[in-house]
């Protein structure tokens, strides 16, 4: 009688549990850190080296230091060096008819028009975005970035033991120009002057 009833509480209590919002980690540190997203990507360049570089080639190091007069808190949808990577290994140069072979081949304009289009306006973080209407590709926040093309980012929420609705909570970016639907990651990473939302390392860095 004591076990079941121990297994009983046990249930419970996982299953109470599961109801809470999860989100996918890439074991970025997650929580608040006490200095910009510049600061704080140039202390992990493990995960965000190669972004730093494309960063800097776009010109764009304003906008993650604090110092850009226009956007003083940014929410970055952030690639990672490995969807950089695969960006450099499959991406062909249509002029030249090759693939770029670091950085500093890729055309400064497309550096630029891509960080944009991974940054909105203020600050974000993952429960101030609506849930998708489920089964459909509707709901959701819609917001433009800073390349001025419309986003639809949203959560979802999973099944847990066969239960719809209480299983792992998930966030998107849906780029509504492009099609491509993004797995957030790592969410919440909270700087001074904005969030940073880790993009899933399949992601091959492009326009969103």
């Not at 509480?9 to 996918?24: A, E, L, T, V």
């Not at 997650?30 to 600061?39: A, F, L, P, R, V």
């Amino acid at each position: 009688m004591k076990k079941c009833a121990l297994f009983i509480i046990g249930f419970m209590i996982i299953f109470c549990g599961c109801g809470k919002d999860y989100f996918h980690d890439t074991g970025l540190a997650n929580g608040k850190h006490d200095c910009t997203i510049w600061e704080y990507m140039q202390q992990d360049r493990e995960n965000w080296d190669s972004t730093i570089l494309v960063i800097k080639r776009a010109g764009l190091q304003s906008l993650f230091d604090g110092t850009d007069g226009e956007n003083k808190e940014i929410t970055f949808f952030g690639p990672t060096n490995m969807s950089i990577m695969q960006f450099l290994f499959k991406t062909v140069d249509e002029e030249y008819e090759m693939m770029y072979s670091s950085i500093d081949d890729i055309p400064v304009e497309i550096c630029r028009q891509f960080i944009l289009s991974h940054v909105i306006r203020e600050k974000w973080l993952s429960t101030d975005f609506e849930f998708e209407n489920k089964g459909t590709l509707t709901g959701g926040s819609e917001e433009t970035n800073l390349a001025g093309n419309p986003l639809r980012i949203y959560r979802t929420k999973g099944e847990y033991m066969g239960i719809p609705g209480i299983g792992a909570e998930t966030l998107y970016v849906h780029s509504l120009t492009f099609g491509h639907i993004v797995l957030i990651a790592s969410s919440n990473i909270e700087m001074t002057n904005g969030t940073v939302h880790s993009l899933s390392n399949s992601y091959q860095f492009t326009e969103l």
